[in-house]
């Protein structure tokens, strides 16, 4: 899977996920009331104030102009982040601007061009238009903020999938060993030429050492030296290597030493520093190991060469390459894991803390008894004090980098009595410390630490082998043309055949039939010819009965009409009277002409016969043309689903897979949410942090896999899928909101302090709202997500 770098902006994220627009509405009522609390008046200054106004100086004019500057600002801030339900949270970089438009009014930067003059606006009125803004400002970098954990939480989730699938799939675990084998093999040999070098720079010591000493024969006998000090060099770099085989294993695989379950992200930036000096303290021992063997004799040489080619022919018996590769795996899934429950312990506080004063209807009255000057005062704390838990949350406090928690505390201290110094720790807050957890979190998911292969590890045997490939096609292409397009011509031949004498010249015939119905023409007899020989049959029974019988007139026609009804009667009476003497009959009589009578009364009679099967044929002609054409339009349309799905990728193998993957965490991910929610811990009135955090990570998830699973259920339709996608985000955000108010809590935990609760003994009521929406997640679109054994 590819996923997508959050640095850049976070419009793309609050983009595939409504979260951050949920954050920031249900901040709506509390501001609401603020805003309630410092109502503006609406009536312009009075004349007093015009002439004041007209005879003030120009420190007065310059004060006007910029209340006026500030109060735009204000209003296009109001614009820009509307508290509502279908609103979108502005980006980083919007934020960002909106906070340097406002302090750059409040300084009296006018260079912006206005409409009108300056407006009759007090500085008092200004400075509350400042705040409102400015709480617009807080809530929406609080909403962005909490929306920036999610998405690293979420890419921290997906990077922990890959190396569980890695683990636990053996095709995936020989197919990463593949990749990844040369970063381990240029790894080896940059370990290997270190010490290579260390060994050619101790020889270059020991015999400069030596030739200081040496006479002038000995040096003339070390002029073939240096091939000698080459071989010294390789032998003693081999010797090294062979004596510490962990020293190879750990450089092939760095995590084989490790235990999983001490895994940290800190723990890895520290060893990653302390990693050259490890290897050089090997070297050391290697280098003594190699000093003592020097000294041995040439059997104990011997002896310990063998001994070292056993321990390194055990351990790489004892350890295979795939199962180094799963520990690897697992080790970095579980660094992963750790990284996600620690934002997502952080990202619960937050969402546990959105509730402040203002949010119950105490602190509704108790704002309405308020002085303007109080409220604004209550603003201002309530929010440095978002301000400083954002800050707190989005800092890192570990090896990666340096802590940002004191240079906000700085600006938090004053936050709570300045608009100034809250402007300050605002743009503290969006340009620097939210960046830094950005940055963080990539460092996290970069393939040297955490993170799965680049691209170009992961594709390099494609690479390599498809020009291979690609390379012997093209020549057997070449050698074998004419033979293939041979081929080719039988094949479009045999396509053009099938589409035409067995799709659209059936399909053409149907169509006619259907449109001139039942014809005249026979399929079997003509109607023509069943008459013409019954005419004959008529004419040879008159005719004979008029000879034997001498009838004529109405008589004769009388036995023309029974011999259309199929009556012989008289040519049968003749017939049987001449069969008493058939020779005398057949010589003389009319023995011969009566069996020829008899004859073509059965050519008649068999006519007749195919006269009702030739009916039956044309009445079910429309069916049968049906039936010989369904076959080829089945085929049809099978070629054509196998053809849209390999173009669209979902009929491919891949494309089925990462279907199946989808709906797999989908049902995870709810199922974690059942078991979060039935823990002993999530009986109270609230979740504890981690736990919520969990929740909303899992949320998220079915956030972003809702609409490409209920648009598989829904057959393509994306007007159904989008109707049921609306109420499957309406059963999330029930459960992100499903906390009680926090007076309720409050309230709670003072029961709990005098032992009058019952929570020991009974659950909260945010617990059976928990509970209601999960089983009715699972009642509703528990089918959509079902995994089948």
Request: neutral net charge; hydrophobic residues 40%.
């Amino acid at each position: 899977m590819g996923f997508k770098d959050s640095a850049s902006s976070s419009t793309a994220a609050s983009a595939s996920s409504s979260f951050a627009a949920d954050v920031l509405s249900r901040f709506a009522p509390q501001l609401e009331r603020y805003e309630a609390s410092l109502a503006l008046p609406s009536t312009p200054a009075s004349d007093d104030q015009a002439d004041l106004g007209t005879a003030s100086t120009a420190n007065q004019t310059a004060q006007a102009t910029t209340n006026a500057a500030v109060s735009k600002a204000a209003a296009d801030i109001v614009r820009a982040i509307p508290i509502t339900d279908k609103a979108a949270v502005p980006s980083h970089s919007a934020l960002v601007r909106l906070l340097d438009r406002l302090d750059q009014a409040c300084q009296g930067d006018t260079n912006t061009a206005f409409d009108q003059g300056p407006s009759p606006i007090s500085q008092d009125n200004a400075e509350t238009l400042r705040l409102v803004a400015l709480a617009r400002i807080t809530y929406a970098a609080y909403a962005l903020g909490l929306d920036a954990l999610l998405q690293d939480a979420s890419r921290i989730n997906d990077e922990a999938w890959f190396w569980t699938e890695v683990e636990e799939s053996a095709y995936r675990t020989l197919a990463h060993l593949v990749q990844t084998l040369p970063h381990r093999i240029a790894a080896l040999v940059g370990a290997t030429l270190e010490l290579a070098a260390e060994n050619a720079s101790h020889t270059v010591r020991g015999t400069m050492d030596l030739a200081r000493h040496s006479t002038s024969s000995d040096k003339r006998a070390n002029k073939s030296r240096p091939s000698s000090e080459r071989d010294v060099t390789l032998r003693n770099t081999l010797r090294t290597i062979l004596a510490t085989p962990n020293m190879v294993t750990g450089i092939l695989f760095p995590y084989q030493f490790r235990s999983e379950g001490s895994i940290t992200f800190a723990l890895v930036q520290q060893q990653a520093q302390d990693k050259q000096r490890a290897r050089d303290r090997a070297f050391g021992q290697a280098r003594a190991a190699q000093a003592v063997d020097d000294d041995e004799d040439e059997a104990t040489s011997i002896k310990a060469r063998k001994r070292r080619a056993k321990a390194l022919r055990s351990a790489a018996l004892k350890l295979s390459p795939t199962h180094m590769i799963r520990h690897e795996a697992r080790c970095k899934r579980q660094g992963l894991m750790h990284e996600r429950d620690l934002l997502a312990a952080k990202m619960g506080e937050l969402a546990l803390q959105q509730a402040a004063p203002g949010d119950s209807d105490d602190d509704e009255v108790s704002l309405d008894s308020l002085s303007a000057k109080a409220v604004e005062s209550r603003l201002l704390q309530d929010l440095g004090a978002k301000v400083h838990r954002l800050a707190s949350a989005l800092d890192h406090d570990d090896s990666s980098g340096t802590s940002t928690s004191d240079e906000i505390k700085i600006d938090i201290e004053a936050a709570s009595s300045s608009a100034d110094a809250l402007t300050t720790a605002l743009r503290t807050l969006l340009q620097e410390t939210l960046p830094r957890s950005r940055d963080r979190t990539r460092l996290i998911l970069s393939p040297a630490r955490f993170g799965q292969p680049s691209p170009l590890t992961q594709n390099w045997p494609s690479l390599v082998v498809y020009p291979i490939a690609a390379l012997a096609v093209s020549r057997y292409l070449n050698n074998n043309w004419d033979g293939i397009a041979a081929k080719m011509h039988e094949a479009k031949e045999t396509v053009r055949g099938f589409l035409v004498g067995w799709v659209w010249e059936p399909c053409v015939q149907l169509l006619e039939t259907v449109r001139h119905g039942r014809d005249d023409a026979g399929v079997i007899i003509s109607r023509e010819s069943l008459q013409s020989d019954l005419e004959s049959l008529e004419r040879m029974v008159s005719t004979f009965t008029r000879e034997k019988y001498g009838i004529t007139g109405a008589e004769l026609d009388a036995v023309a009409s029974r011999v259309r009804q199929g009556d012989l009667t008289y040519v049968l009476k003749i017939y049987e009277d001449e069969m008493r003497s058939p020779l005398k009959s057949a010589v003389k009589g009319s023995l011969i002409q009566s069996l020829l009578i008899q004859i073509q009364k059965a050519k008649v009679d068999l006519e007749v016969a195919m006269s009702g099967i030739d009916k039956l044929l044309k009445s079910q002609q429309l069916l049968f043309g049906a039936v010989g054409v369904a076959p080829a339009l089945g085929v049809l349309y099978l070629s054509v689903q196998w053809l849209k799905g390999k173009v669209s990728g979902s009929g491919t193998k891949r494309g089925r897979r990462n279907a199946e993957n989808l709906r797999v965490r989908a049902w995870e991910a709810l199922r974690r949410i059942d078991h979060l929610l039935s823990s002993p811990s999530s009986t109270h009135s609230t979740l504890p942090p981690l736990n919520h955090g969990l929740m909303l990570l899992d949320l998220s998830l079915l956030r972003s896999s809702s609409y490409p699973l209920l648009l598989s259920a829904s057959k393509g339709n994306k007007h159904l899928a989008k109707r049921l996608q609306r109420q499957f985000l309406h059963d999330v955000r029930d459960l992100e909101s499903s906390n009680l108010p926090r007076a309720r809590r409050e309230q709670s935990e003072r029961q709990e302090e005098r032992g009058t609760s019952l929570v020991d003994q009974q659950p909260g009521l945010g617990y059976w709202s928990r509970r209601a929406a999960v089983e009715r997640m699972w009642r509703s679109w528990g089918g959509i997500i079902h995994v089948g054994v």
